[in-house]
């Protein structure tokens, strides 16, 4: 479902980021675009709104694998109501952080696919959002001889690489870890 | 109170309103300190909104007042209650 008012919605993002730069104190410029461009090959990611931040301060945004960049992406998804399979909808981004992480998932991927491949045996990944558990399943979707699953709850639930033939996930082995 | 310091508290309420059912009934007094405390004080039901699942908007505003504490040279601190 569509995000109803998109006007609206990026009018609340903007009275967020306005706030987070007028009372937060962090030097920030932001770009709000409503039904921006698809990304060359992203184009099963289809953000509504895409916010572009940009300024002295990025570097704040970007600390520890983009921690606040991804929070202030929480707070706006969490103040429009966004039910949890419409978080894709909104996307924030700085310095083309999203990309380069993309990038870097998709080169795990294949580091562990061939892993894998050579020892058969199982390989999980260090946790990670729904997001970017997603970038993983769909780098690895094409591989006739792999498959992938998510396992655990909440905060520990990571994906996990399995030869195609091996039983499913259960406890029986002990995947390798990826930090 | 300095400026900067009454700032983020006007920071932690603008948030906090837009993220509950009933703003209203969010307040945000400051204690101010060797780390400045914000207490935001919401209604009981709005409490798992303010925490979000697995405690992540907490923990995403928590991030903001850290990026903020850096940015004023002061550490700030966030407490929930209802």
């Known amino acids: 479902m569509p995000i109803l008012d998109k006007i609206a919605a990026a009018k609340k993002i903007d009275e967020l980021l306005r706030g987070v730069v007028t009372h937060g104190g962090l030097r920030l410029k932001y770009r709000i675009t409503v039904n921006p461009p698809l990304v060359e090959e992203r184009d099963w990611e289809r953000p509504e709104i895409l916010v572009e931040l940009s300024g002295p301060d990025s570097p704040l945004l970007l600390e520890r694998g983009g921690e606040l960049l991804r929070g202030l992406e929480l707070l706006a998804i969490e103040m429009l109501r966004l039910s949890g399979n419409e978080h894709e909808k909104i996307c924030f981004d700085c310095m083309h952080q999203r990309a380069l992480r993309i990038e870097e998932l998709r080169m795990a991927a294949s580091v562990a696919a061939e892993k894998v491949r050579s020892s058969g045996v199982p390989y999980a990944f260090a946790p990670m959002s729904s997001r970017e558990r997603r970038v993983v399943h769909l780098a690895l979707r094409d591989h006739a001889d792999l498959r992938t699953e998510s396992r655990g709850e909440g905060p520990r639930r990571c994906l996990v690489v399995y030869p195609k033939s091996s039983q499913t996930t259960a406890a029986r082995t002990a995947p390798k870890t990826i930090p | ?82």
């Open chain 2, 1 to 82: 109170m300095t400026e900067q310091s009454g700032d983020v508290r006007t920071l932690v309420e603008q948030i906090a309103k837009a993220l509950v059912d009933a703003p209203d009934q969010v307040s945000v007094n400051q204690i101010d300190g060797e780390t400045i405390v914000f207490a935001l004080r919401v209604a009981p039901d709005d409490v798992g909104k303010i925490l979000g699942r697995q405690g992540r908007v907490a923990r995403a505003m928590r991030s903001l007042l850290n990026a903020a504490g850096i940015r004023a040279h002061k550490r700030f601190a966030l407490e929930i209650t209802e």
